[in-house]
C-alpha cells in the first residue's frame, strides 16, 4: 500500500510546486517568440500582424507578447485574436464569448463564440497572422484546434500563418492513447493523433499542412519559429521557462500532468476531478463512496509511482458547492517514472464498477455525456465497454500499437530531437 508513503507528501508536494513554478535553472529554452525578438522581428517586417495569443504568449523575461508586438515599428499589430477562456485567460472553460474587446487600441476578436475559425471579415487587413498560445500536449485541449481553424482560415484567405513554438509540458517522446476516429471530429478533437500526442504545437501544424488535415492546406504559406534549447526528453520542469496558467483550471504544471491523467474521466461527472477545488485534476472525490474505498479502489489500480493521501474536500461545479469525499494526489518529482498517464483513470472506473452505489449512477449518465466522452477520448464504444464490464485489456494494446504507428508517421514533421 502507498499509504506509507504519506507522510513525505507535503515535503514532495511543496518540492513539485516549486519546480512547476521555476523549473530547472540551468535549461535554457528559448521559445519561438524569443527567437523571433532574437532576429529582431525580421519575420514580418512590413506586415499588418493579426496575433493569436493569450496570457501565456510572454517572452523569457515576462513581458506579454501583445505588448511586444504592438509597440513594435518593423510591422504593425493590427488585430489581436483570443482562443477559449479569453486573451487573459480568466474565463471558465466552455463560456463562450462574442465580445470585441480592445488592448492598447487593438481590437481584440474572441474565437470561442459563435466565430471559431477566423473569419474573411476580422481578418481584414491582416498580411501575416501569427498564432503564439503554450499548450498542454492533450489533443482535447482547444488551443490546438483553433490553431488548426485558424490556419484553414489563413489558407483560404491567402494570409501567411507563422507559428511560435512552445514546448510540449509532457515532453515530446510521450504518445498514449488511441488515435481520434475522425467521424468524431469536433473542437475537442480537430485533427487524427492521439490523446498524448508528443508533439508541439508547431510540429503539429506542419503536420497538418503536409497531411492535408484542413481545407486548402497545400495553398498555405506556413512558417514555424523553432525554439532553441529544447529536447524531446524534457517535460516542462526541464526547461527553465515560468509557468503562466493557460486557464483557470490549470494553474500549475501538476495540474496540466492531472489533466492528462483524469479529464477525459472527468467528462463522465460520475468523481470529482478536483475542478472548482484548490487543486483541479489532483483530486478524486465523490459523494458515494467514503474515503476509504475510493482510496481502496485508486490504490489499486492507478499508477503505483503517484501518492494518494486521504483527503476529503470541497469543490464547486454547475450544480453547486459539494462536499466530497476524497484523495489528492502527489506526482513524484520525475514524470517519466509513470508507464502511463493515461490509462489508469479507465482502470480506476472497471474497477469501481464493481460497488453497486457507483455501478447505479454510472448507469444513470445523460447521453449528452456520454457524446461528449466520446468526443474527448476520439473514440466509439470506450463507454460501452465500461458499462458493460468487459475487460479493458484489449482496447490498451490497440492503443498501444496505434501510438507505436503514429510515432512513426510524426517522425518527418519534428524539429527536435
Known amino acids: 500500500m502507498r499509504l506509507k508513503y504519506v507522510i513525505f507528501s507535503a515535503l514532495l508536494l511543496i518540492t513539485a510546486s516549486r519546480s512547476s513554478i521555476v523549473g530547472d535553472a540551468h535549461a535554457q529554452v528559448s521559445t519561438g517568440l524569443d527567437e523571433l525578438i532574437a532576429r529582431h522581428w525580421a519575420p514580418l517586417q512590413g506586415k499588418n500582424v493579426g496575433l493569436i495569443t493569450n496570457q501565456t504568449g510572454r517572452a523569457r523575461d515576462g513581458e506579454f507578447g501583445d505588448s511586444l508586438f504592438a509597440r513594435q515599428t518593423s510591422f504593425h499589430l493590427v488585430a489581436l485574436y483570443a482562443p477559449e477562456h479569453g486573451i487573459m485567460g480568466d474565463r471558465p472553460a466552455g463560456v463562450p464569448s462574442d465580445t470585441i474587446e480592445r488592448i492598447m487600441g487593438v481590437p481584440v476578436y474572441s474565437l470561442y463564440g459563435r466565430t471559431r475559425k477566423p473569419t474573411k471579415t476580422i481578418l481584414r487587413g491582416v498580411n501575416a497572422l501569427v498564432f503564439d498560445i503554450q499548450d498542454i500536449g492533450v489533443r482535447p485541449y482547444t488551443f490546438l484546434s483553433t490553431m488548426v481553424l485558424a490556419m484553414e482560415a489563413a489558407a483560404e484567405q491567402g494570409i501567411p500563418f507563422f507559428v511560435l513554438d512552445r514546448p510540449n509540458p509532457l515532453s ?118 467514503t474515503t476509504g474505498e475510493l482510496l481502496r479502489f485508486a490504490d489499486s489500480t492507478l499508477p503505483r509511482q503517484l501518492l494518494l493521501t486521504p483527503e476529503d474536500f470541497t469543490g464547486s461545479s454547475s450544480t453547486g458547492i459539494k462536499n466530497y469525499h476524497g484523495i489528492k494526489i502527489g506526482l513524484p518529482q520525475n514524470i517519466e517514472t509513470i508507464p502511463s498517464l493515461y490509462e489508469g483513470q479507465y482502470q480506476l472506473l472497471e474497477a469501481m464498477l464493481t460497488d453497486t452505489a457507483f455501478r447505479t449512477s454510472f448507469d444513470e449518465i445523460a447521453y449528452s455525456s456520454q457524446n461528449m466522452f466520446a468526443k474527448v477520448t476520439g473514440t466509439h464504444g470506450l463507454f460501452d465497454v465500461l458499462k458493460h464490464c468487459e475487460t479493458l485489456s484489449p482496447l490498451f494494446v490497440q492503443w498501444h500499437r496505434e501510438a507505436e504507428l503514429f510515432r512513426q508517421e510524426r517522425a518527418p514533421y519534428l524539429l527536435y530531437r
Do not use: C
Request: charged share 15%; hydrophobic share 45%.
Open 172 to 289: 515530446g517522446e510521450r504518445i498514449e492513447g488511441n488515435i481520434l476516429d475522425t467521424m468524431l471530429k469536433s473542437f475537442v478533437g480537430q485533427v487524427p493523433v492521439p490523446y498524448l500526442h508528443g508533439m508541439t504545437l508547431g510540429e503539429i501544424a506542419t503536420m497538418a499542412k503536409a497531411k492535408g488535415w484542413f481545407n486548402k492546406s497545400a495553398d498555405l504559406k506556413l512558417t514555424v519559429i523553432p525554439m532553441r534549447g529544447w529536447k524531446r526528453s524534457m517535460n516542462w520542469n526541464e526547461t527553465g521557462l515560468a509557468w503562466t496558467a493557460p486557464s483557470p483550471n490549470i494553474p500549475s504544471y501538476a495540474s496540466a500532468v492531472g489533466a492528462a491523467m483524469f479529464g477525459a474521466m472527468g467528462e463522465l461527472g460520475v468523481l470529482s476531478i478536483g475542478v472548482g477545488s484548490d487543486a483541479p485534476f489532483l483530486r478524486l472525490g465523490s459523494t458515494l463512496l
